[in-house]
């Protein structure tokens, strides 16, 4: 397997991990009445979106072609999360920790491609940049989670 090839599969995994967080954020705005946690849902879905463009621009430059969709197992989380918020007695806190499980599930994706050493510096500032801003919202999720509890 060519190198860029090798790169543009992991990034291609990050990219689909994006799409599926960005589609969980947009139909947890549809299981929340708090004005607060929509917005809040929108803003991590507009930079899960961003983060995308950004994979999307470096798969690219590797000349492979990157993925255009998020997966079968993404989609099944979100259609979880609507079956739970409905049958939750506390729909804004089941919808919130199902928000963290899955960037925590993003985080240790991107925590183990950083680890590899065979990526350029370019991708590992990038990547790095995405997990801060991951850690950050979920930091920011659990505090949330603490005050809708």
Known sequence: MKYSEKI????????????????????????VDSDRLKMFFKRRASER?????????????????????????GSMHRNWMTLKSTFSSND????????????????????????????PPSIDALLVKHKNAIQSAINTEMMKEEIVS
């Open 8 to 31: 543009s599969n992991k990034l291609n995994e990050l990219l689909i991990k994006n799409y599926d967080a960005e589609k969980g954020y947009l139909n947890s705005i549809d299981n």
């Open 49 to 73: 979106s961003e983060f995308a463009k950004e994979l999307r621009t470096e798969i690219l430059q590797y000349g492979e072609t990157p993925e255009d969709s998020g997966s079968f197992k």
């Open 92 to 119: 804004e806190e089941a919808v919130l920790e199902e928000a963290i499980r899955g960037e925590k599930s993003s985080l240790e994706i991107y925590n183990d491609l950083i680890k590899e050493r065979d990526l």
